[in-house]
């Protein structure tokens, strides 16, 4: 067993412990149970230094169902918040897409801000946090040019210091709208008014359904819309790293619901809004922004309906020649994850000691990858969560060993192996 022993705090092991048994990606924490994917924590982190400065980018993450992409994005999440962006995170589902008639691109939106995470709000529910930070640092700056916080000219100093600020993203496209939004919170903050911070809250996170609804409460005349949302992402972008953020990194997982679209028209309408952030990210339309996506195989390469079956991502994303034969490009658009190794998954203890030996888990492993396809088709999941629920079981039952429960579920695999090996036909 392994001598240095990272000591987790106990709520995060708990929600780890909760979320790796059900075999489902922890939200925090992930960092202390990583194996593997070095190369590809590597190439994203090298992206999104460029995001840092001043650049975008695109990136697809694909893997089969348990192999590891969601806790791969979770992963690379929490090292960009640690380096100092702002990170949206959402699944999508058959509700939330990126273009859609009926409010399906604004629902993805509306969960990308909900779930908008910094280092000091690491779970989520950062915009508030985030304005708040913004005010309070030009605040700070404002006292230390040397003007009073008492001072009848500090509120004229700071408010300059806002319009300096917004009037940076008022030429974008709804950039006037979004940095009269950004001054009407202030000035909300500093009269006290709740119910305007309030407002201002809910138009950034697109919760507005109509104008008149906006122009009543704000005095602003558009909302954010189907059509509209991913400009935003792009102005909060710019906001954040005008602030003092480094950017804005975006991860969109579970994109095969775009693949299980049933109608083409709406399905190829998600596709050319992919095609068009893909475009935006790489010529330059968009700066301090990384766009990261998960999904299946069968979502990028099914030539019916995933995104090779759109010549233009088709033609952007198809591995290059030389990048086969067991040689890998993650410096490409699409990155492939494969099998994680033996030695890998055998390193899946965690440090925990439960008085198992390293026999024990050697045995453990040499069972799980036995079978005709376990060599290429076992995942970090499907290993993650029967060394739990053997663990489990282990604790439960006193007397049980964990050699003894292997070597038997070993065995009963044998004998069901054998007992299919002959069949009778029935005539």
């Given amino acids: 067993m392994a001598e240095n022993v990272t000591r987790v705090p106990k709520r995060i092991l708990v929600s780890l412990m909760e979320s790796l048994s059900a075999g489902v990606v922890p939200r925090s924490g992930a960092p202390y149970v990583a194996i593997g994917r070095a190369d590809e924590v590597s190439a994203l982190l090298d992206k999104i230094k460029d995001a840092g400065e001043g650049g975008a980018f695109t990136r697809f993450i694909i893997g089969k169902y348990g192999s590891g992409k969601s806790f791969l994005i979770q992963l690379v999440r929490g ?41 000091t ?29 008492d001072s009848p000219d500090f509120e004229k100093r700071v408010s300059e210091r806002i319009f300096k600020t917004t009037g940076e993203i008022e030429t974008s496209f709804g950039g006037f709208d979004f940095a ?23 138009w950034l996170s697109g919760l507005y359904e109509t104008k008149s609804e906006a122009k009543r409460d704000l005095g602003v005349g558009s909302v954010i819309n189907d059509d509209t949302w991913y400009d935003y992402i792009k102005l909060m972008a ?49 700066s301090y922004l990384g766009l990261v996506f998960g999904g299946t195989p069968a979502f990028l390469e099914d030539s019916r309906r995933g995104l090779y079956s759109y010549e233009a991502l088709r033609s952007r994303l198809t591995d290059a020649r030389f990048a086969s034969g067991g040689y890998r490009n993650l ?26 030996t390293d026999e024990d888990l050697a045995l453990f492993l040499e069972d799980t990858l036995s079978g005709p396809d ?44 054998a007992g299919k090996g002959v069949e009778f036909l029935d005539f």
């Fill in 180 to 202: 009269y939004v950004l001054n009407a919170f202030y000035r909300a903050h500093v009269s006290g008014d709740d119910l305007k911070k309030t407002c201002a809250l809910k």
């Fill in 331 to 356: 410096r490409g658009p699409v990155i492939r994850l494969e099998r994680l190794t033996d030695d890998e998954l055998y390193k899946m203890n965690y440090s925990v000691d439960p008085g198992i």
């Fill in 238 to 286: 710019r906001f954040v790293r005008g602030i003092g953020y480094e950017g804005l990194i975006v991860f969109v997982d579970e994109c095969v619901n775009l693949y299980k679209i049933v109608n083409r028209q709406a399905r190829e309408s998600n596709y050319e809004k992919l095609l068009s952030m893909f475009n935006d990210t790489l010529q330059g339309g968009a």
């Fill in 79 to 119: 090292y960009a918040v640690e380096k100092g962006f702002v990170c949206c995170d959402c699944d999508l589902t058959p509700e939330r897409r990126l273009s859609g008639s009926g409010g399906n691109g604004l629902a993805t939106y509306r969960e990308l801000i909900r779930n908008m995470s910094t280092k």
């Fill in 374 to 417: 376990a060599g290429s088709m076992i995942t970090p999941r499907e290993v993650i969560r029967d060394l739990l629920s053997l663990l489990d079981v282990l604790g439960q039952n006193e007397g049980a060993a964990f050699g003894d429960l292997v070597k038997a579920k070993k065995k009963e695999k044998e004998e069901n192996a």
């Fill in 121 to 149: 709000s690491g779970d989520g529910g950062a915009l508030s946090n985030v304005l708040l930070r913004w005010i309070s640092r030009l605040q700070a700056e404002t006292a230390s040019d040397g003007t009073a916080p």
